[in-house]
């Protein structure tokens, strides 16, 4: 029998977004075993949603809706009413495309005790290139980045009580943070590198807050004790590529980093 899954969705003022999500929830087959949603107080008519989702889960859905401090405090919210032995969080806006993930990737666990995630690759809806596949990359160094694509991992509850919740101190870069603290306690994963498992809207971040989430990762890397030579190169090449990013878009050739992300990513599938 597989692990028992727990699917965690943040929100605030994007009711239509949490309809998508909710929707996408159901669908997995077989069902989730719960359902948390921590809403950030919305005035939206987010609240009259989760009332009606209520019966549609049959008592697995349960929510709050209160103000929070941020991204990593609604997650730790989630995180603490989560039932599961294994956790997945899915944002307002991301939705399954794969009705089977969450069993299957529950059961990728169940068969490998030392694991203690599963990942896969989504489909990004950029707003440059247009939909594009975002493939995991476990041999990436973690300087130059997040390897994995945090709306697919489904990580098992242990792990939490291990390495600890998500620093409220991150703004951008919570879950880069927790891999960070995984990795450092010697932990990895499983690719399923199946098929592309959540589509995400491209609303995004901006290269701005791009710019402090490397700033936050760098605090991570040295909190983690993993600040050193291999990583510090890793970090370097990302911010050269952060540099020309910014470069091509102040000069106007947006066309020309649409056609880089194409042939980098190439088109979802």
Same mark, same amino acid.
């Given at each position: 029998?597989?692990?028992?899954?727990?699917?965690?969705?943040?929100?605030?003022?994007?009711?239509?977004?949490?309809?998508?999500?909710?929707?996408?929830?159901?669908?997995?087959?077989?069902?989730?075993?719960?359902?948390?949603?921590?809403?950030?107080?919305?005035?939206?008519?987010?609240?009259?949603?989760?009332?009606?989702?209520?019966?549609?889960?049959?008592?697995?859905?349960?929510?709050?809706?209160? &103000?929070?401090?941020?991204?990593?405090?609604?997650?730790?919210?989630?995180?603490?009413?989560?039932?599961?032995?294994?956790?997945?969080?899915?944002?307002?806006?991301?939705?399954?495309?794969?009705?089977?993930?969450?069993?299957?990737?529950?059961?990728?666990?169940?068969a490998?005790?030392?694991?203690?995630?599963?990942?896969?690759?989504?489909?990004?809806?950029?707003?440059?290139?247009?939909?594009?596949?975002? &493939?995991?990359?476990?041999?990436?160094?973690?300087g130059?980045?997040?390897?994995?694509?945090?709306?697919?991992?489904?990580?098992?509850?242990?792990?939490?009580?291990?390495?600890?919740?998500?620093?409220?101190?991150c703004?951008?870069g919570?879950?880069?943070?927790?891999?960070?603290?995984?990795?450092?306690?010697?932990?990895?994963?499983?690719?399923?590198g199946?098929?592309?498992?959540?589509?995400?809207?491209?609303?995004?971040?901006?290269?701005?807050?791009?710019?402090?989430?490397?700033?936050?990762?760098?605090?991570?890397?040295?909190?983690?004790?993993?600040?050193?030579?291999?990583?510090?190169?890793?970090?370097?090449?990302?911010?050269?590529?952060?540099?020309?990013?910014?470069?091509?878009?102040?000069?106007?050739?947006?066309?020309?980093l649409?056609?880089?992300?194409?042939?980098?990513?190439?088109?979802?599938?």
């Amino acid at each position: 029998m597989n692990l028992t899954v727990s699917v965690v969705t943040v929100c605030r003022q994007n009711r239509d977004e949490l309809v998508q999500t909710m929707e996408s929830v159901l669908r997995q087959a077989p069902p989730v075993d719960s359902y948390v949603v921590i809403d950030g107080g919305s005035t939206d008519g987010t609240l009259a949603v989760l009332q009606q989702y209520q019966e549609k889960f049959g008592g697995r859905l349960e929510w709050v809706s209160e &103000a929070d401090d941020g991204i990593s405090d609604a997650f730790n919210k989630g995180l603490a009413r989560a039932r599961g032995e294994a956790i997945i969080f899915l944002n307002a806006g991301d939705v399954f495309i794969d009705n089977g993930y969450c069993a299957r990737a529950a059961g990728l666990l169940e068969a490998d005790s030392r694991a203690a995630f599963v990942h896969a690759d989504i489909l990004f809806a950029d707003r440059l290139a247009g939909e594009i596949r975002l &493939a995991a990359r476990d041999g990436q160094n973690l300087g130059r980045g997040m390897p994995y694509r945090h709306q697919t991992m489904l990580v098992r509850s242990e792990v939490f009580r291990q390495v600890g919740g998500f620093d409220t101190g991150c703004r951008i870069g919570m879950d880069y943070d927790h891999l960070c603290r995984m990795r450092a306690a010697g932990m990895r994963g499983i690719y399923d590198g199946s098929r592309p498992v959540v589509r995400m809207d491209g609303g995004g971040v901006s290269v701005s807050r791009e710019r402090e989430g490397m700033h936050e990762a760098v605090r991570s890397l040295k909190a983690a004790g993993l600040w050193n030579c291999h990583t510090r190169f890793g970090y370097v090449r990302r911010w050269l590529g952060w540099c020309l990013r910014l470069l091509l878009v102040q000069g106007g050739l947006r066309p020309f980093l649409a056609w880089l992300k194409k042939r980098k990513y190439g088109r979802g599938v």
